[in-house]
């Protein structure tokens, strides 16, 4: 940080305290510590430090309250810790952005993990807030020019959208993250990285955002390695910080990788207070807990921007209808599916069109626009349906002219799909009608030249 200003650090100094509030250590059990002597002066969710006698500080979140003690989760080891050991109070679960953020990689708390010092906002703001009320919130914005010929086209993305992008591991999903990370129109990018590999971080933000990505970026990272605890608040971290732009007036544009490592998260912290499991292992709190995290984004009222969020989600074996994919996928706007047969066979991104949805159509497109989207859904459609036969050698061209049509036309929309369309939503849908003569003279009206 080359130049603050004295004013900059006046929330700083604003937030120190003369003294705290100590309780003890009075039992340490399996991965909690119940402490005394702070039950008055606390609430849920607060944050406490924990002092070994041995000198090592260590975080953690309070679970639990009753008359006379709390139980609290450590963030860190307690390799060490004694009975009588100080726990500080530090004050409530907050975090408190400020716009020179931008550019920057942040931790769950605040902190900055890139190598230099950062800056806290003047206004702290809840973690885990509460949504617009849906009685004032705006409806969808305009379509939004994603730099993908796929996303330009047969699947909009809209300004406030929630889209959720469910892939298996090694399909491509964080490159297409990143390339929507790049190729979105928005005025802020905020990325939550959750439980990513420490070895992914930087690359992510050195070879697929890069410097002219991370202008308009804030990264909030909290890898693998971390305790549940960070892990569950990197996602509410960064929520936090695209809605304080948002309230500046801002579009931001919301990426979530991912709500799985979230939802795991969560269910250990659930599990270490008794929560019973119940989906799969899950309890009962983690639907709860991923809708009011998705709610959180969207479209926003009179005097804010809007939150475009996409939301990723590891399937294992593409089985869509295990427990997270299936709460996301009934809160959400939308969902794109990443496929590996397609990934195997070299086209990327993976998408598999028929099994992706997006929840602004028909609206976000013209009439001319929904029947060429329509008419290559059914072509693409026809030939999956007869994809075995036609490979196999069996279908006998002229039998069907939708087949021979699906068949003519498929490597073209194939290769449409995978497509870098930076030139625009124009060009996309232009290039798209050329695959499909009779559709080309309806589009040219909508588009003049």
């Given at each position: 940080m080359t130049h603050v200003d004295l004013t900059d650090l006046l929330p700083e100094v604003a937030r120190l305290e003369t003294s705290k509030w100590v309780g003890r250590i009075r039992e340490i059990g399996r991965g909690?510590?119940?402490?005394?002597?702070?039950s008055n002066r606390v609430g849920l969710g607060d944050l406490v430090e924990i002092h070994s006698h041995s000198g090592a500080v260590v975080a953690g979140e309070v679970l639990q309250?009753?008359?006379e003690n709390l139980i609290v989760l450590?963030?860190?080891v307690v390799d060490g810790l004694r009975i009588d050991d100080a726990?500080?109070?530090l004050g409530k679960n907050e975090i408190a952005p400020h716009s020179s953020w931008l550019g920057r990689i942040i931790d769950p708390y605040g902190k900055a993990i890139d190598g230099s010092e950062i800056l806290s906002g003047a206004v702290a703001k809840p973690l885990r807030g509460a949504p617009i009320n849906p009685s004032n919130r705006r409806g969808f914005g305009q379509r939004l020019e994603t730099g993908l010929a796929v996303f330009n086209t047969m699947l909009p993305l809209v300004r406030g959208q929630r889209i959720g992008l469910f892939a298996g591991s090694g399909v491509g999903k964080s490159t297409l993250l990143g390339r929507l990370a790049t190729g979105v129109q928005a005025d802020v990018v905020v990325i939550a990285m959750i439980g990513e590999r420490g070895r992914e971080v930087r690359e992510f933000v050195e070879k697929i955002l890069g410097k002219t990505g991370m202008e308009r970026a804030v990264v909030v990272a909290a890898t693998s390695d971390q305790s549940p605890l960070a892990r569950r608040r990197c996602a509410w971290a960064g929520m936090a910080v695209a809605e304080f732009f948002r309230d500046q007036g801002q579009h931001v544009l919301f990426l979530a990788d991912s709500v799985t490592?979230?939802?795991d998260a969560h269910r250990e912290v659930a599990l270490a207070i008794g929560e019973p499991a119940t989906l799969r292992g899950y309890p009962p709190s983690t639907a709860y807990e991923i809708t009011a995290l998705c709610e959180r984004a969207g479209t926003g009222f009179e005097f804010t921007g809007d939150i475009t969020a996409i939301f990723s989600v590891l399937?294992?074996?593409?089985e869509m209808d295990e427990p997270v994919a299936d709460i996301l996928r009934g809160v959400l706007d939308g969902h794109i599916v990443l496929d590996r047969e397609i990934a195997e066979r070299g086209r990327f991104p993976s998408i598999d069109l028929l099994r992706s949805v997006s929840r602004s159509l028909p609206l976000a497109a013209s009439v001319q626009e929904n029947e060429l989207i329509g008419r290559a859904r059914r072509l693409l459609g026809s030939y999956e349906q007869n994809q075995m036969m036609i490979r196999a050698g069996l279908y006998t061209a002229g039998t069907d002219a939708e087949i021979d049509e699906a068949i003519a036309v498929w490597p073209k929309l194939d290769n449409f799909i995978a497509a870098n369309e930076l030139s625009g939503i124009r060009e996309?849908?232009?290039r798209l009608a050329g695959f499909l003569p009779e559709h080309s003279e309806n589009l040219n009206e909508h588009?003049?030249?």
């Amino acid at each position: 940080m080359t130049h603050v200003d004295l004013t900059d650090l006046l929330p700083e100094v604003a937030r120190l305290e003369t003294s705290k509030w100590v309780g003890r250590i009075r039992e340490i059990g399996r991965g909690t510590l119940c402490v005394a002597g702070l039950s008055n002066r606390v609430g849920l969710g607060d944050l406490v430090e924990i002092h070994s006698h041995s000198g090592a500080v260590v975080a953690g979140e309070v679970l639990q309250i009753d008359d006379e003690n709390l139980i609290v989760l450590p963030d860190g080891v307690v390799d060490g810790l004694r009975i009588d050991d100080a726990v500080h109070h530090l004050g409530k679960n907050e975090i408190a952005p400020h716009s020179s953020w931008l550019g920057r990689i942040i931790d769950p708390y605040g902190k900055a993990i890139d190598g230099s010092e950062i800056l806290s906002g003047a206004v702290a703001k809840p973690l885990r807030g509460a949504p617009i009320n849906p009685s004032n919130r705006r409806g969808f914005g305009q379509r939004l020019e994603t730099g993908l010929a796929v996303f330009n086209t047969m699947l909009p993305l809209v300004r406030g959208q929630r889209i959720g992008l469910f892939a298996g591991s090694g399909v491509g999903k964080s490159t297409l993250l990143g390339r929507l990370a790049t190729g979105v129109q928005a005025d802020v990018v905020v990325i939550a990285m959750i439980g990513e590999r420490g070895r992914e971080v930087r690359e992510f933000v050195e070879k697929i955002l890069g410097k002219t990505g991370m202008e308009r970026a804030v990264v909030v990272a909290a890898t693998s390695d971390q305790s549940p605890l960070a892990r569950r608040r990197c996602a509410w971290a960064g929520m936090a910080v695209a809605e304080f732009f948002r309230d500046q007036g801002q579009h931001v544009l919301f990426l979530a990788d991912s709500v799985t490592r979230f939802a795991d998260a969560h269910r250990e912290v659930a599990l270490a207070i008794g929560e019973p499991a119940t989906l799969r292992g899950y309890p009962p709190s983690t639907a709860y807990e991923i809708t009011a995290l998705c709610e959180r984004a969207g479209t926003g009222f009179e005097f804010t921007g809007d939150i475009t969020a996409i939301f990723s989600v590891l399937v294992a074996g593409s089985e869509m209808d295990e427990p997270v994919a299936d709460i996301l996928r009934g809160v959400l706007d939308g969902h794109i599916v990443l496929d590996r047969e397609i990934a195997e066979r070299g086209r990327f991104p993976s998408i598999d069109l028929l099994r992706s949805v997006s929840r602004s159509l028909p609206l976000a497109a013209s009439v001319q626009e929904n029947e060429l989207i329509g008419r290559a859904r059914r072509l693409l459609g026809s030939y999956e349906q007869n994809q075995m036969m036609i490979r196999a050698g069996l279908y006998t061209a002229g039998t069907d002219a939708e087949i021979d049509e699906a068949i003519a036309v498929w490597p073209k929309l194939d290769n449409f799909i995978a497509a870098n369309e930076l030139s625009g939503i124009r060009e996309s849908f232009e290039r798209l009608a050329g695959f499909l003569p009779e559709h080309s003279e309806n589009l040219n009206e909508h588009f003049p030249t």
